[in-house]
């Protein structure tokens, strides 16, 4: 082995432990207050507990069906080593928050014709990204379905290159655990297909056998679960098929979240648009000059045309899954930076892509420096948004986990309490995870997922009243929790009810029964 060659590694292997440096110092930094707690942490954290105490994936007393279970059974996995869930839960995310910067990186520089600076640009851009840092210090799935999808593309790459299926089995498996993270990821379906048809070179009879083939692995984890919870419950995923198509507000959402992933918010969100239809119609000038000249050019960039077509295909996909799921599955879904971040990262991976693809093409020495260049300074301008957010992370906490919460007078109230007494709550899921101990939801007045009215909301909310007032359980409200517009709100508690004040805290209220 000569001495360049050598040298290449050593600065490869020097890259990759600055990155799991910086990842590890980042993440463990942002999260001193605790891993950020949202509402469906609680649940898959729930689930995993259950897990370990034999029980299975349940919450509470209910099977878990709404959401898939590889998430909460890689946190029972962690839990295996220490009895706190919410410890280890971060201890998870610092291995995908350094993972996926990895693989980020080394997609990027497979990509760029093995491009050492795109893959160091590529991972800057990464770790100065507001949005990746927030969403891996949040217990949510999407940092294992983001490391699962691009594992999935650079294992389906390994095997068209190589044309063993050993590399496409295991795409398909890492694939079926994606899916099995996030239902979402059955939009990794349609990339899989196009990949095979395009870059195999096998027969059209042979290239249809491995893709039926390939897909069938992929659905097996999904499959299982869904019979499961039909076998558990009689619902396949614990949502009803009605129609609500998207509405305006959330396509102007996902434009100014796809926008602020790179530039910085304008307050204006015309001009949020225009600067994103701007850069979309850059790079839609370069994929049509690649395509016209590349039947002008023998050219062997394999990756390049592979990661390009697999990134934007997967978001292309990603997007039409999403807004089928709004219209007809789930309205509850947001277009916010936690769901859109696992199809804007492959899209960035098609961008750099796509730029040495038109660079090669074009024989233009200029292009990848000043696209570098860009990617430079787009970091720049997102160095102090990052810092910002870091320090606010940092200082305030997040979620369940903010300061707020771990400081909140109501809920060292509510440990004080009889562990037999019933709870009912806006807050449930806080009460929950700060205490450990089971409280109940104020009954809905309608559901948030499929937007239908309860019928029986009367019903259980005169049920809950009488168990209040009979001193068999108390009402808690806590102030934090305002953005459930499906529960009813204190007033319209305290006038069906009619209970008696017992506390007021600065952060919430307890009621109980009158004497």
Known sequence: MGIKPVFKLVAFLLLIIITIVIGFSLLTRVTVNGIGLTPDSVVYISAAKSLLEGRGLFVGSEPMTHFPPVYSLLISFSGLFTDNLVSSTRILHTFFYCGNAILFGFCIFISTRRNF????????????????????????????????SLLTFLLLYRYLVTDRKIYLWFSA??????????????????PLVIGIFLFNKSSIKTKLLTS???????????????IRNLILTSSAVNRTITFHPIDIKRIKSMIDTLHNFIFPSLENRWFNAIELVLVTMVFLYLA???????????????????????????????????????????????????????????LLISA?????????????????PIFLVCMVFITRMKIPETIQTAKRMQNNGMGFNAVRWNESFTISEIKKLASETKIYSNGFDA?????????FSFPRKFNPVSTLMNKDYPVEMDAMCREVNNGTALIIYLDEVDWREYLPDEAEVIQACVPALIMDTSDGAIYAARK
Do not use: C
Request: aromatic residues 12%; hydrophobic residues 60%.
């Open 117 to 148: 600076l795109a893959m160091v640009a590529g991972i800057l851009l990464f770790f100065t990204l507001p949005a990746v840092l927030k969403v891996h210090a949040d217990a949510v799935s999407e940092s294992p379905f983001i490391f699962f």
């Open 173 to 190: 498996l890492i694939m079926g655990l994606a899916i099995a993270t996030r239902y979402v990821g059955i939009a990794l379906l349609p």
């Open 212 to 226: 039926l083939w390939s897909v069938a692995v992929a659905i097996v984890p999904i499959t299982a679960w869904v």
């Open 288 to 346: 049509i000059v690649v395509i016209r000249k590349r039947s002008e050019y023998s050219i062997d960039n394999n990756q390049g045309w592979f990661f390009a077509s697999m990134g934007s295909a997967f978001f292309i996909s990603f997007i039409l899954v999403l807004i089928s799921s709004i219209s007809f599955i789930d309205a509850s879904t947001s277009m916010n930076e936690r769901i859109l971040l696992p199809a804007f990262l492959p």
């Open 352 to 368: 750099f892509a796509l730029v040495d693809l038109f660079a090669q093409l074009t024989k233009s020495r200029l292009v990848i």
């Open 431 to 439: 009460i929950n995870i700060k205490t450990g101990r089971r409280s």
